[in-house]
Each structure stands twice: as structure tokens, then as C-alpha cells.
């Protein structure tokens, strides 16, 4: 059992029974070595330990941990059917038009034919314009430039979903 003074929705993450956990954890990051880090440091006493935990197990992922945690995200534009994560992450791809929708499209192909992975952006909040002009800057950086947008990236994603997970009312 977690203290009295832990936040509820953190209180309850840490009491998960370790697979539940990890599976939580999981739908977070799609990388098993950042879920693994995390599950391992539990318990956490306020939401700040476990973000800066998640920060510390980003900033050590592997390239091939890296690899496995892109995996996990749908291109911009195209959220798994089923999955409202990523629509709700998504909704300002979602209404755009058309011709916006096609543009996204075809510079998520060229994104990933040019670094071998979906492009990935903290689309929370943002327009489908930004997203968009966020690909067509991006695409022309370095691999290695890109590889570290791309994990600054997903800390942002994992901070936005872990603060979902751990919400009182979740």
C-alpha cells in the first residue's frame, strides 16, 4: 500500500499488480525497457517522481528501445481504429480537410522512407496546419538530429498519457 498523502490516481497505479502495471505502462510507451525502468522505481510518492523517472528511462532509451517505442504510434493523420489514444492525441489531424489530410500523407511516407519511421510529434493541442509544418521542417534534418526531436518527442507523449493514467478520476 501507497501513503495516505499520494495523490489517488497515483495511489492506485502503485497498488497495480505488477503485470496490470506493466501493461499500463505499456499502452504508455511501447518500449519494454522504459516500461521495465518504471515498474521497478515504483512506488511513487507525487506524479513529479514518476515523470521524472519516465524522463530519466527516455533519455536512456536504446536505439532499438527507441525503435520499439516509435512502433507503438500510428502515422499522424491515420489513429488505429479502436485505439482513442491516438484520436484523441489525433483530433487536430482529424476535421482537417481533405487536401490537408493528403499533404499529411504523403510527408508521413516521405518522413518514413527518409528515417525508416513513422514521424512522430506530440500532436496534443495541436492544429493539423501545425502538425503539418512541423513534418515539412523536420523532414529535412540530419538522422541524428531528428533521432533526439524524435525522443524529446515521445517524453512529451509519455508525460501527457502517464498524467492520464494516474488522474484521479481515471
Known amino acids: 500500500m501507497t501513503s495516505s498523502s499520494t495523490p489517488p490516481g497515483l495511489a492506485r497505479f502503485n497498488d497495480l499488480e505488477e503485470r496490470a502495471a506493466f501493461t499500463a505502462l505499456h499502452e504508455v510507451c511501447a518500449s519494454t525497457a522504459w516500461a521495465r525502468r518504471l515498474l ?4 511513487y510518492a507525487t506524479p513529479g517522481e514518476l515523470y521524472a523517472a519516465a524522463d530519466a528511462a527516455t533519455a536512456e532509451l ?9 512502433a507503438g504510434h500510428p502515422p499522424i493523420g491515420r489513429p ?8 484523441r492525441e489525433q483530433r487536430g489531424m482529424a476535421g482537417a480537410p481533405a487536401e490537408l489530410q493528403a499533404e499529411m500523407l ?5 518522413y518514413q ?4 519511421h513513422v514521424f512522430l510529434i506530440c500532436a496534443t493541442g495541436r ?7 512541423a513534418a515539412k521542417e523536420r523532414i ?7 533521432r533526439e526531436i ?6 512529451r507523449i509519455n508525460r501527457i498519457r502517464l498524467a492520464r493514467l494516474v488522474a484521479e478520476d481515471a
Open 127 to 133: 492544429t493539423g496546419e501545425q502538425m503539418r509544418d
Open 140 to 146: 529535412g534534418n540530419s538522422p541524428e538530429r531528428e
Open 150 to 155: 524524435v525522443r524529446t518527442e515521445l517524453g
Open 113 to 116: 522512407e527518409k528515417f525508416g
Open 40 to 43: 521497478a522505481a515504483r512506488p
Open 106 to 110: 504523403e510527408l508521413n511516407l516521405a
Open 80 to 87: 488505429r481504429p479502436g485505439d482513442p489514444t491516438s484520436a
Open 62 to 70: 536504446t536505439p532499438a528501445d527507441l525503435d520499439e517505442a516509435i
